[in-house]
T-cell receptor, first 115, second 115 residues
């Protein structure tokens, strides 16, 4: 079984300050982990993915995430927020070790960026 | 990557009617899925669309309500049958190439309002 918990439903930051979106996961196998972003009235876009290679993963638009097995975490960070980062972010897990490639989505974190 | 075209992009339907949503991928993919995203919520998997055979439904979703077709490796349809206002949601198609682990690509979604 797999599950993912996004610890904050809403995060508000000022433009130019760091962003931290927290995610914890549970997986029966070696997990694959993803972060997706959804801008208002837009589809889902992949930010980055972890697939058992380097634990620090760099994505698009300056985002990165670190896989920490001991903490079962995959937090998303960005050094400096931009107004265009305002969106809903989803942490997603997939049990890549099993035959099940289904994705399980977290409940999402709404990121607000204040000028 | 894969580009997914979904149509219609939005519709307003009368209760008791049915709507068929089409999903076209620009290249062959191993797996296709249908998700529902209720207002302000995360994504919930409805079913896995299997090519040439019956779809595999998640708990809480049944074929009579959400019949799915997948005649080939690039196309799938989802029908929302006998609609009620509770079916008002965004419906998203996604595709994965398969292999050990791959990210999912998403269509823009179909925003359905049932009145």
């Amino acid at each position: 079984a797999q599950s993912v918990t996004q610890l904050d439903s809403h995060v508000s930051v000022s433009e130019g300050t760091p962003v931290l979106l927290r995610c914890n996961y549970s997986s029966s196998y070696s997990p694959s982990l993803f972060w997706y972003v959804q801008h208002p009235n837009k589809g889902l876009q992949l930010l980055l993915k972890y697939t058992s290679a380097a634990t620090l993963v760099k994505g698009i638009n300056g985002f990165e995430a670190e896989f920490k097995k001991s903490e079962t975490s995959f937090h998303l960070t960005k050094p400096s927020a931009h107004m265009s980062d305002a969106a809903e972010y989803f942490c997603v897990v997939s049990d890549s070790g099993g035959s099940n490639y289904k994705l399980t989505f977290g409940k999402g974190t709404l990121l607000t960026v204040n000028p | 990557s894969a580009v997914i075209s979904q149509k219609p992009s939005r519709d307003i339907c009368q209760r008791g009617t049915s709507l068929t949503i089409q999903c076209q991928v620009d290249s062959q993919v191993t797996m296709m899925f249908w998700y529902r995203q209720q207002p302000g919520q995360s994504l919930t998997l409805i079913a896995t669309a299997n090519q040439g055979s019956e779809a595999t439904y998640e708990s809480g979703f049944v074929i009579d309500k959400f019949p799915i077709s997948r005649p080939n490796l690039t196309f799938s349809t989802l029908t929302v049958s006998n609609m009620s206002p509770e079916d008002s949601s965004i419906y998203l198609c996604s595709a994965q190439r398969g292999g050990r682990v791959t990210e999912a690509f998403f269509g823009q979604g179909t925003r359905l309002t049932v009145v």
